[in-house]
């Protein structure tokens, strides 16, 4: 081949991407490379990286396989290539492509909870019979063969109507079974009624990924906040609870952080370790915010995005020095919905047959739903409010200027969009604390992994890499 020819890959002009990210690991001399637009990750020598640093800056120069790697992580891309627009059009096109149903279903809206910062009212009411079979024939009618159901359990308190929920969950299993279709479920219960009885129950099911359950603290801090309707404390059933469920499923426990409990964390963590939980029960952060007028006045407790992502960042590393596995992984992007509001077979039903879009609409009365489901499975659309079925079959995740320019927008899309919806969009979206902490992020979860990569008597971890 003459100097300077090129074919293939090596043949375009390329540039660095603005989505690469890089940052020095937690091992001496070892730099990640990471990026937010493809995923594409690698653990590399600090001397390698000062060489890929200049391919990056003058990929003509490089030899035609590193750049050849480079281009097909992402790394390098086509001089000129708009990949925020390649980006937006990974996820409609992806949305577009998108099969099969991903319904929340609450059993009931009423709770035996009273928590203080809960964004539900909680009306006492169960799905009847009627409602289960209309449920079920909105299933069959529009579950196509082959197409997979997902199913998250919600509430309320979901386990509080564990009969209607047990009926519906046979009888998708059976329909699902007739139509070669895959069904998988998830719970998300505050855990203090999932007793022997409930836990074998869903240990057995096929399909069953596990549950979120919450613990926000000690005994005195959770049960300052998660309380009974009775104002009963709550903590002491739910540990005997999680201990019942012996690695039997997997939980996910979250523990919502805020001013009043953030620094009471170490001593939860230190429990779970006591308790023998650690190897089944995976703790991750959810951050207390004022998502609806029910939260109550949260203004003095929430901590900020930037607070937020801090504190999880401290409390992520201090879970992985004590030998405790959080639910943390390498961010993702995927194409496609960003949750069951804009997912074209997405739905949100409650009792009284009542649809929404969004999770934080479950227990709203019938007139804000946008929809209603009639005896045979078709859908009663309410007039008034069928506006937001629209508003969310049309939704534009890309919209904030503010994300125009941020290097996490392919991870974050513009974040929850039930809340990024209430936003000007002349600012960000709701914003990730990754657009905060994404190195940290990055370093712990090749911490996590390289000591899991830890070769047995040598008591030296293994750094890996994956592009």
Known sequence: MPDGARTGTEARQLAASQFNVFVPSAFDDIVLMYNTATGAFAAVEADEFEDIA??????????????????????????????????????????????????????????NFACSYCFEEHPKRHLSDEDSAALLAYV?????????????????????????????????QRLCDKKGS?????????????????????????G???????????????????????????????????????????????INLDRENVNRIPELIDLIIHENLAGFVHPYFGHVVDYTAECGDLETTMLSREEFATAEVRLLTLMIRKGVRPTLGLPRPHAGSLCV??????????????????????ALPEG?????????????????????DRFWKSYDPFTHAECQTCEVQPLCKGG????????????????????????????????????????????????????
Request: glycine share 8%.
């Open 416 to 467: 929850c969009p039930w809340e990024a919806d209430k936003r000007p969009v002349d600012g960000p979206g709701h914003c990730t604390p990754l657009r905060y902490n994404l190195p940290d992020i990055l370093r712990l979860a090749h911490l996590r992994d390289s000591i899991d990569a830890i070769e047995p008597g040598t008591g030296s971890a293994t750094p890996r890499q994956v592009v």
């Open 208 to 254: 069953f990924t596990g549950a979120q359950i919450t613990l926000d603290g000690p005994a005195d801090i959770h049960n300052g906040r998660r309380f009974t309707s009775a104002g009963k404390p709550t903590f002491a059933k739910i540990l005997e609870n999680l201990k019942r469920i012996d690695g039997r499923f997997t939980v996910s426990l979250r």
């Open 140 to 172: 069959a009618d529009r579950l196509e063969p082959g197409a997979a159901l997902s199913v998250t359990w919600f509430g309320g308190e979901p386990l509080a109507a564990f009969k209607q929920l047990r009926a519906l969950d046979s009888e998708l």
């Open 54 to 111: 200049v391919l990056l800056e003058h990929p003509d120069r490089g030899d035609p396989a590193d750049v050849n790697r480079l281009a097909e992580s992402g790394f390098l891309v086509p001089a000129g290539h708009d990949e925020r627009a390649a980006v937006r059009d990974a996820y409609f096109s992806g949305r577009d492509a998108e099969t099969g149903l991903n319904l929340t279903i609450a059993p009931t809206v009423s709770c």
């Open 341 to 362: 509001a804009d997912a074209p077979g997405g739905a949100v039903i409650s009792p009284g047959g009542l649809v929404f879009r969004c999770w934080n609409e479950t």
């Open 368 to 388: 804000e739903a946008y929809a209603r489901l009639n005896a045979d499975g078709s859908v009663a659309t309410n007039a008034v409010r069928e506006d937001r």
């Open 182 to 206: 895959d069904f998988t479920q998830f719970i998300i219960t505050n855990g203090s009624l999932l007793n022997e009885e409930k836990i074998a129950y869903f240990a057995t099911r096929p």
